[in-house]
């Protein structure tokens, strides 16, 4: 359980402030259907470098903020859910990575983020996300599947940008997912050491 101090209390804030400022930012492309948003990418960040908690409150809080600011359609419980979702995932798989692989190499953090991110595109943009916006606004008029079909194409370009800034944000953040599987410079000067002394 995430222990509420004074420090945590203050990333929260920072986290559901870009949360919530995503969220108010989204354009819609094609009303109902597509819209463009970097909301997911605030929220599998916070995940990844806080924690589950931390990353599923920012999404909902600021989901929640968003819709009370600048609602950009009736509310949906649904919608929030799946706003903080990402934040849920990535904290979880990170932490899984953490404990169970405990091989420092960068290639392979990166490449578990990237199945991360695709993951949570498939399940909350595409499945829940989707499904709550079918019930808004296409039940009786198209088959879920047929209301699918035509968000896919448009979700996948949007999932890309999101993806490649999510691990863009994170690599260049000094608290970065990855800032511990990059080898140190002194690490990399007694490697450059250790080869000149086995070649001479």
Not at 108 to 122: D, G, K, Q, R
Request: proline share 3%; with cysteine.
């Amino acid at each position: 359980m995430q222990k509420f101090t004074a420090r945590s209390i203050a990333i929260l804030g920072v986290l559901v402030a870009l949360s919530t400022v995503t969220n108010i930012l989204s354009i819609n492309v094609i009303a109902n259907i597509f819209s463009i948003s970097f909301n997911h990418t605030v929220n599998f960040i916070s995940g990844a470098l806080f924690g589950p908690f931390f990353g599923f409150l920012s999404g909902v809080i600021g989901d929640l903020i968003g819709c009370l600011i600048a609602p950009k359609g009736p509310f949906n419980i649904l919608i929030t859910i799946s706003s903080g979702l990402p934040g849920l995932f990535s904290g979880v798989a990170f932490i899984l990575y953490k404990r169970f692989i405990k091989k420092k190499n960068a290639i392979l953090y990166t490449a578990f983020s990237i199945i991360v991110y695709i993951f949570i595109a498939v399940l909350v943009t595409s499945g829940l996300n989707t499904y709550a916006l079918w019930l808004m606004y296409s039940k009786g008029k198209k088959t879920f599947w047929a209301y699918l079909s035509i968000r896919v194409p448009f979700q996948l370009i949007v999932t890309g940008i999101n993806l490649f800034l999510s691990v863009a944000i994170s690599l260049a953040l000094k608290t970065s997912l990855f800032k511990d599987y990059f080898p140190k410079r002194k690490e990399v000067e007694n490697f450059k050491q250790e080869i000149d002394k086995d070649n001479g």
